[in-house]
């Protein structure tokens, strides 16, 4: 499980480290740093996959997302006696994205690439930022004897089951993570283990619920224990938790949602279509009738209740369209779900707070409330005082 996530100068995250628990439920009001917070996970594992120069390349590069304010504020700017102006940097320019727990930690350290000349001609992906450290070590905190693979630059070095480092022969390309490409089970079985961990994490962002939405469409019905992220499988993501998953809870789930409704999928020519039978009714109603708030909760049913759960599942803003009402199932369902799978809810609705915490008191959960201001444009951690208030975490040096 993480215990600690760390980010440092993306956009608004200038130094934020951040507890985590079984369930962790991140507020704060618009404009915080939440949806942030959100896509700094996104980018972490989009490392373990090779994608992450490409995602912030898609954001604009790193003039676009790296920390806009000066690199340090000082007690007098603060004060009022001083106006705010900006400073030379006395570091290089680092955006740096990391996770620890009891077993293992990461860290990525992107900075600017060194210009390339092809011949006469400069190359067209000079502004594409490179990673220029990677660490992975034991435990919940880096220490120089709890390094277990080692980037800097090119050059890898992994420790080996005997304890001895090995020295990678070829060199590292730039825009490659250590994770996809020194992914070795003999040589970096940690690398393997840390890559696979990463790769199983699951992120719900906006399903769609509009009338062209996928999950209100018959499509080919196969086993899916993964709904996807546009939840265009939803049918076949409920009827396998029917009949290899919790078939209870899932009927509970709908029931508390809906009092006296339940789902059925009907099957035709391998075609898989939802079907909610409501009390009063004499014929189901099919996923194009259903509202926008009745189809996204029974969407975050599919997703919550999978029957292969992974490491760590984040839900971003998951109240969206719902009425009120639902929000007390929805958090009994993920609380339900944080027992099987690591789970952070980013929430801007009081309500579903709230709920989450009632219901993690009531099951005896681990759950860490995060909640986000801004200060000077900078996110901070409410109700944190200094550093001593934060949990311990150290950067690979360059």
Do not use: C
């Amino acid at each position: 499980m993480i215990t600690t996530l760390a980010v440092e100068n993306y956009r608004s995250l200038r130094k934020l480290i951040v507890p985590l628990g079984r369930l962790t439920v991140v507020t704060g009001a618009n404009g915080t740093g939440k949806s942030s917070l959100y896509r700094a996970l996104r980018l972490l594992a989009d490392t373990s996959r090779g994608g992450a120069v490409a995602a912030l390349a898609r954001e604009g590069g790193l003039p676009s997302t790296l920390w806009a304010g000066p690199e340090n504020i000082s007690r007098a700017v603060k004060e009022g006696r001083h106006p705010l102006q900006g400073t030379l940097r006395s570091g290089p320019v680092s955006l740096r994205l990391g996770f620890a727990g009891d077993d293992f930690g990461y860290a990525v350290d992107f900075g600017h690439p060194v210009p390339v000349n092809n011949g006469s001609t400069p190359s067209l992906f000079n502004l594409d930022p490179e990673i220029k450290r990677e660490s992975t070590w034991a435990g919940p905190v880096l220490r120089p004897a709890a390094l277990l693979s080692d980037r800097s630059g090119p050059a890898v070095r992994t420790r080996t089951a005997k304890g001895d480092w090995h020295r990678s022969t070829g060199e590292l390309r730039p825009y490659d993570s250590m994770l996809s490409e020194f992914a070795d089970p003999q040589l970096a079985p940690d690398l393997l283990s840390m890559r696979e961990r990463i790769r199983s994490w699951r992120f719900y962002d906006h399903v769609r619920t509009d009338a062209e939405a996928p999950a209100r469409s018959a499509r080919i019905g196969t086993r899916t224990p993964v709904m996807s992220a546009d939840g265009s499988d939803l049918p076949a993501a409920l009827q396998t938790i029917r009949e290899t998953g919790d078939a209870e809870t899932l009927d509970e789930a709908v029931d508390a949602a809906f009092p006296g409704s339940r789902i059925a999928v009907d099957s035709r020519d391998g075609r898989f279509a939802l079907q909610l039978h409501q009390k009063g009714l004499l014929r189901p109603l099919e996923a194009a009738e259903l509202s926008d708030g009745t189809l996204r909760y029974l969407l975050w049913v599919a997703a919550l209740l999978t029957p292969r759960p992974p490491s760590l599942m984040v839900l971003n803003e998951p109240e969206a369209s719902l009425h009120p009402d639902l929000l007390a199932p929805l958090a009994d369902l993920i609380v339900t779900a944080s027992r099987d799978t690591q789970t952070l809810v980013v929430t801007h609705a009081t309500p579903l707070a709230e709920a989450l915490d009632a219901g993690g008191r009531r099951r005896r959960t681990d759950l860490r409330k995060v909640e986000l201001i801004k200060e000077w444009g900078e996110t901070k951690v409410a109700g944190r005082e200094g550093p001593l208030d934060e949990p311990l975490w150290y950067w690979p040096k360059r």
